[in-house]
């Protein structure tokens, strides 16, 4: 039998006598008899023939585009069980139940096909019954968001003997029913892995480095949870730091994605959340750890063990509220990290030393602490309700506080003058899935994100602790590069309070084809700036220390921002045996509501007998781009994909609102040129186009290839562009015209099944180039006196190689092992011949060293304790201590560890935080309810 090895009639003969009967199919294999074949093309001709796929998505389009000024789309967080049903003889088996428990139940179609949506991800079951044939239950089936699990079931026919079957579905290692590069880890995965929290776990992923996804710059990656995205508007990054115990999946999609997902570039990371349970169920865990590295002197830091220098604790809650079907989640989490790296409380901030005479007067207590530190609180809650028919209510709410400070080597005698950040994140929202009826659902929701971060040493600017220490100061007599009193003068603040809608509605046309519209709508108010400047200014012959708030231009305070962003986009899935297309076209719309000068060769207005220059509005920015992703099987258990498409991206509101006062040029002088790049908010969309074609192949249940070549077309990034004005003057500001291409491919190789041993492997290499790798650079070399024309450089994070190795060891119920290996080839750096200004050799022509990292860990069960299973776990990260992993380097040698200039690398050869963070060894237990 070909396909999944579901018995036939023989086999079902045999075993008769047998009142349960375990099989394996596989997940994603069609369980169809060779003579199947001629039968799938005469349906997949109809189905093509019923589709009518242009017409249909020009229908959609104008739907959807009608829909843009109401709210946005709930990405995927559920997926879909799909299959066919027939008898032994195989001929189809119409108005079969089918039942996925706590997705819904369907009938099937006449050729025996049958569609069940809105299946959380997950592992499931399948129920299939029918009149005159042996139920049949399909287990362990393996559900991912947006994505199809095919299963298809041999009803037998009933016969005496036989209640019931059971047959157990085996995921095959690569998934063959995907048109694009998509890791999805599942909680199972999460929990057996030395990570802790989601960023960890999408840097292990194919073509990520360091959160630069295929090559993309940082903040071109869209993060949600749940659907809905999390990102601060501001940088465009991920506002949320997520534990792993409340992941239930993590989908990492680091080439092209669907029209869905907009507000990105490179990649889509959807974490989803667990949902509250049936019966009441806990867990709790408790860690403590510290950096371990006796002995090694080439760190040039105290190796002393500090016992308890990271702790992490957490507790998760789970169950039925007496409130009529209503489930509740609840998480809480505190950890606590110290840096490393030791200073000493020799200085304090208002001591006055005699820097003339050299000589020194500290008053410090000599107490050793953490340089750097961080404290955290997060906590979850979600409550899940499906009393009204028909429809799933939630609601769910993520909070973080974070405290802490950055390590700073020049603070190490005096660290009560280091500034201090603390950051307040808020996620929360309603969620409301009303199904329609068996074929259609709609999603709505409704979030507010809320960030806030403050760096400072005193909150209030008119402290009078900042006169008593004054600014820092340094004498390298005492030791070069050692602030010895006074406190760091930078202040600032950034606040992004968003209200985000979305609405979505997905409709199973006929088995083979899906149709998803949706809109989005977010209304942002974005802060930042500095709440207060300090500064010293001479009066009657002294130096003063003065405050300006808010005094613009050139002192202006925390200014605030509130653009609409709103979208829509519709996505159609054409399914069949031997083909799956997912087309769609996306639709964005930006307004910064602000203006810019209206004649930039006079942006202040101040230029005599130039044309007036007044307050212009800014224009609202509209984009379309289309996506197309097609996925062909060749051979049963090997299939080609294909994708292409267009990704665009408004940038961010911290770049293009920063310095964007342009009266702050009044003072330009006739033939001055000013390098201070001033903001521009009326900028377009950044622009990626992005080509993939991939081979995927299953050579057995446990053993599986995949390998994609991908290419990046990539425009209209921000840039500098200069401005002429009427008296000769010059002026740069932002504008879109940076640029790049990335090619490359990644290979990975699944093997689950070697005994009890599992091994996953990937590399990827890539060539990553353009013109600039931050949008101030072009500036920046020309205020150097270097050629500011553009160029095809290696970007800064262009990394070609790329390998990273997972093993797994692990008996049920028993014990589980596992270890990470990651290999990176070294990242560009400009080499310089000799000391000094413009001895540098072409940008970005040296390599950085290849390096390498291991982390482990280990788990035992030590049976039932309290109620519920409790084991112990140990976790070691960089293994080998390696001190070098992508960090810098010294610009005369390309090595971390040396320089040709001794005397002018003197402070960063002392510096111990250049290199990778030392071994760091935790223990802990973990408990949980009995099931």
């Not at 231009?553 to 399914?575: K, N």
């Not at 006062?661 to 003072?667: A, E, H, R, W």
């Not at 800064?796 to 589980?816: E, G, K």
């Amino acid at each position: 039998m070909k396909g999944s090895g579901v018995s036939g009639p023989q086999e079902w003969a045999r075993d008769l006598e047998t009142m349960t009967e375990t099989k394996r199919i596989d997940r994603g294999t069609t369980c169809a008899r060779p003579t199947d074949r001629v039968r799938r093309k005469r349906r997949t001709a109809r189905a093509i023939e019923r589709t009518g796929l242009l017409s249909s998505l020009a229908l959609v389009v104008v739907l959807c585009l009608a829909l843009v000024p109401w709210a946005p789309a709930l990405a995927g967080t559920t997926g879909k069980v799909i299959g066919r049903v027939t008898s032994d003889s195989g001929e189809p088996v119409s108005f079969a139940n089918v039942i996925v428990p706590g997705a819904g139940m369907v009938f099937t179609d006449e050729d025996g096909d049958y569609v069940v949506l809105n299946v959380p991800p997950g592992v499931h079951e399948v129920r299939v019954s029918r009149i005159g044939f042996a139920a049949t239950t399909v287990t362990n089936v393996e559900v991912a968001s947006d994505l199809s699990t095919r299963i298809d079931v041999v009803l037998p026919e009933e016969l005496i003997g036989v209640e019931e079957v059971t047959i157990t579905a085996e995921r095959l290692p690569v998934d063959l029913g995907v048109t694009n590069s998509r890791a999805v880890i599942s909680s199972s995965d999460i929990e057996a892995l030395p990570v802790q929290e989601l960023e960890e776990l999408v840097n292990l992923q194919a073509g990520v480095v360091d959160g630069h996804f295929r090559g993309g710059r940082i903040g071109e990656v869209q993060y949600q949870v749940d659907g809905i995205s999390v990102n601060n508007l501001y940088d465009n990054k991920s506002s949320l730091t997520l534990d792993r115990s409340i992941l239930q999946e993590v989908q990492v999609i680091s080439g092209t994605f669907d029209a869905e997902y907009g507000q990105a570039m490179s990649g889509v990371v959807n974490a989803v959340l667990k949902t509250g349970t049936d019966t009441f169920e806990y867990g709790a865990e408790a860690l403590t750890g510290a950096y371990v590295f006796p002995g090694n002197s080439e760190r040039i830091v105290d190796d002393e063990i500090e016992l308890g220098a990271i702790q992490n604790y957490q507790v998760n809650l789970s169950g039925p509220l007496p409130v009529g079907k209503t489930v509740y989640l609840l998480s809480g989490r505190r950890a606590m990290e110290d840096s490393y790296v030791q200073a000493v409380r020799t200085f304090v901030p208002t001591d006055s030393s005699n820097f003339q005479d050299n000589l020194f007067y500290p008053t410090g207590d000599g107490k050793k602490s953490a340089l750097g530190y961080n404290r955290v609180w997060s906590g979850v809650a979600k409550l899940t309700n499906s009393s009204i028919p028909s429809a799933k209510i939630s609601y769910q709410a993520i909070v973080e506080k974070r405290d802490g400070r950055a390590d700073n080597w020049a603070f190490r005698y005096n660290p009560d003058g280091l500034s201090k950040n603390h950051t307040v994140s808020v996620s929360h929202g309603l969620d409301w899935t009303q199904t329609l009826n068996t074929s259609s659902y709609i999603d709505f929701g409704v979030r507010q994100n809320y960030f806030h971060y403050e760096d400072f040493v005193y909150e209030d600017v008119y402290d009078p602790r900042y006169d008593a220490a004054g600014q820092v100061l340094a004498d390298d007599l005492y030791e070069p590069g050692a602030f010895i009193q006074g406190v760091q003068f930078n202040r600032f603040e950034q606040k992004t309070n968003a209200l985000m809608a979305r609405l979505s509605y997905t409709n199973q046309l006929s088995p083979t084809q899906q149709i998803k519209i949706g809109t989005e709508l977010d209304l942002p108010v974005v802060e930042f700036g500095t709440p207060g400047h300090l500064t010293y200014t001479t009066v009657n012959g002294e130096q003063t220390l003065v405050r300006y708030v808010d005094s613009p231009p050139d002192w202006p305070g925390v200014q605030s921002y509130d653009p609409v962003r709103a979208a829509a986009f519709v996505q159609e899935q054409l399914e069949w045996s031997d083909l799956l297309v997912r087309a769609g076209v996306r639709f964005d719309y930006f307004d910064a509501r602000s203006s810019i000068p209206s004649d930039l060769a006079n942006p202040a207005n101040i230029i005599d007998g130039a044309p007036e220059s007044v307050p212009q509005s800014t224009t609202a920015k509209t984009s379309y781009s289309p996506r197309l992703g097609v996925s062909y099987p060749i051979l049963d258990r090997a299939a080609i994909h294909f994708a292409y498409g267009h990704f665009r991206q408004f940038p961010s509101i911290g770049q293009i609102f920063q310095n964007a006062d342009y009266s702050i040029l009044t003072n330009l002088q006739a033939s001055e040129t000013s390098y201070g790049v001033l903001g521009n908010p009326d900028v377009s969309p950044e622009t990626t186009v992005q080509y993939e074609l991939g081979y995927k192949h299953a050579f057995s249940l446990d053993l599986g290839t995949d390998l994609t070549v991908f290419y990046k077309d990539i425009r209209d990034l921000l840039g500098v562009e200069f401005i002429s004005t009427y008296n000769d003057a010059e002026y740069a500001r932002l504008t879109n015209v940076d640029f790049g291409e990335v090619t490359g491919f990644t290979f990975s190789l699944d093997h689950h099944a070697l005994g009890p041993v599992s091994v996953f492997l990937d590399y990827t290499w890539q060539r990553a180039l353009g013109n600039a790798s931050d949008p101030r650079e072009t500036a920046t070399r020309a205020s150097a006196g270097e050629d500011p024309r553009p160029r095809l450089i290696p970007f800064n994070w262009d990394q070609r190689h790329t390998f990273n190795a997972t093993v797994t060891l692990s008996s049920p119920d028993s014990y589980t092992a596992s270890a990470i290996l990651r290999v990176a080839s070294g990242q560009p750096y400009t080499p310089i011949i000799e000391s000094g200004f413009g001895n540098g050799l072409d940008a970005n022509s040296g390599r950085k060293p290849t390096g390498f990292l291991l982390d482990l860990r280990a788990e035992r069960s030590m049976g039932d304790w309290f109620g519920g299973p409790v084991s112990v776990f140990g976790r070691v990260f960089n293994a080998f201590d390696t001190r070098y992993f992508g960090g810098s380097v010294f610009a005369s040698t390309g090595s971390p560890y040396y320089s040709r200039f001794t005397a002018a690398d003197e402070i960063q050869l002392g510096n111990p935080t250049r290199f990778q963070t030392p071994r760091r060894v935790e223990i802990g237990l973990r408990l949980e309810s009995g099931s």
